[in-house]
Structures are given as C-alpha cells and as structure tokens.
DNA sequence: GCGACAG
DNA sequence: ATCTTGTCGC
C-alpha cells in the first residue's frame, strides 16, 4: 500500500463513518412517481464523460443528461470513489441546480455501495456527498462469497463481509448473469434489494443505467443525438 | 509467494 | 474502463 492509498484509506475509513444504513423498513421507500437518477461513466484519453438518466420508478422515462470533467485520479481497485465520484457530484449538482428539473429522489451508481472491502464504495461516497438515498448497482462482485444464486428470474444470494450482510448477487433474468447490489446510503438493505429488482425491465441492468452507459458512450465519442442534453464541461 | 482486483 | 472481428441468435 503506497502513500495515496494509506491516504485514501483513511479518508474511506472517516467518509464510511458518516452513512447511514437504515434497518428494515426505515429510510427511504420507493413511490411510483419518484424520480429515479442513473448514473454512469465513459473514459476517453483523460477525460471523463458523465451521463445521467431520469425516469419515475414506475419506468416513464425523463431525460438524459450528459457532460465531461477532466480525469483527476487513477483507478485503483478498492479506491474507485475517488476516480469516479467527483465527476458523478459534479453532474449531480448540476442537475440539482437546474430549476427546469425534477429533483431526484434516488441515485443509482454504476459500482458498489457497502459490499465493499472498507464498506466504502463509490455509491456511499456519492450519497454521504449529496446526502441522497443511493444504492450501487455493480456486474462484478468485488468481495468474495460462497453458494451459488438461483437460476431464475428474483433469486437472490447474501454477500456477506465479516459477519454482516451487505448486499446481494441478484438475477435479473433468467439464465443470465446476476447483478450485485448493495446500499451506498439512506436505503435499507431489503429496499435496495427490491429496487435493483423492479427497476429492471428486460436486460440485466436497469434500464435506467442502461441509458446513462449508452448516453456516455455516444458523447464520448462526439456523436450528436436527439435524445440527450449535452450540459458541457463541469467541475 | 501467488492470484485476484467495482470502472 | 478501453483496445477489437466475426459470429450466433432473436
């Protein structure tokens, strides 16, 4: 462990100390017309192109929103909120600050939230940053756990890390791959479970996320659409 | 010592 | 994440 990553450590250790990860049935639930935000990330040489995806809980979809920050750390795995969340914020506070929009009641990252090795992921970091109930929805586990998930379609298997449940392998859909989800903060373990599942329609990631991944992608690559605002350089 | 390692 | 061709399937 080098010297930015003893830094970061710490900073994990002191940020994880601020969220919160209600009990069963307390903090946020989830309401037909809440409004859901999707987020995501592409890279380009040192740049960072961000996009962000509104929709109610109930799937009506919104808009999208994409813009692009300088690259200012490197990806470290375990350290993945310093790369990706001050661009994430600063998308994020864009959109807050944009009086024509709906605010979001509910963030959904690209990563983990507690199922993390210092119970820190990239979701805790957004959600202690905007003080919004987050959960991160990752394709990889980053902890290591035992049993295998069902194979169909809801079946769900605890991650557990040093004795605690801390999110799950979710299939979304029959015969494929399962999802991880976990809390980043102010949801409960079984409402985040829940949302990752109904927000599902018929790919393995939210349509939500979905969305946000391909709005990135085009940006990234200079392509002009008609179905995503370009909010331009942030930060 | 060796391998694994969100995006 | 990104670099990349063809290929299988709905």
């Not at 209600?22 to 809440?34: F, K, R, S, V």
């Not at 799937?59 to 909120?81: K, N």
């Not at 756990?145 to 299939?171: T, W």
């Amino acid at each position: 462990m080098n010297d930015i990553e003893t830094q970061w450590a710490n900073e994990q250790r002191l940020m994880a100390a601020q969220v919160q990860i209600p009990t069963l049935g307390q903090g946020y639930q989830p309401q037909d017309n809440d409004v859901i935000l999707g987020l995501d990330i592409q890279y380009e040489s040192d740049k960072a192109y961000i996009a962000g995806d509104l929709q109610h809980y109930n799937g009506h979809h919104l808009g999208t929103y994409s813009g692009v920050t300088a690259v200012m750390a490197p990806y470290v795995p375990g350290f993945f909120c310093f790369r990706e969340g001050p661009p994430l914020f600063a998308l994020v506070n864009h959109l807050l600050n944009d009086a024509t929009l709906p605010r979001p009641d509910l963030l959904v990252v690209d990563g983990h939230g507690i199922a993390h090795p210092r119970t820190f992921g990239v979701a805790c970091w957004l959600g202690v940053k905007t003080g919004l109930p987050t959960i991160g929805i990752a394709k990889k586990s980053l902890l290591k756990f035992s049993g295998q998930v069902g194979n169909e379609q809801g079946s769900i298997l605890d991650i557990a890390h040093k004795g605690q449940v801390v999110g799950y392998a979710l299939r979304t859909q029959t015969g494929i791959k399962p999802e991880y989800v976990s809390p980043g903060h102010l949801v409960a373990l079984d409402t985040a479970k829940t949302v990752a599942l109904n927000l599902v329609s018929e790919y393995r990631i939210p349509d939500v996320l979905r969305r946000a991944d391909q709005m990135a992608r085009l940006h990234s690559k200079d392509e002009q659409t008609n179905d995503w605002i370009n909010v331009g350089t942030l930060g």
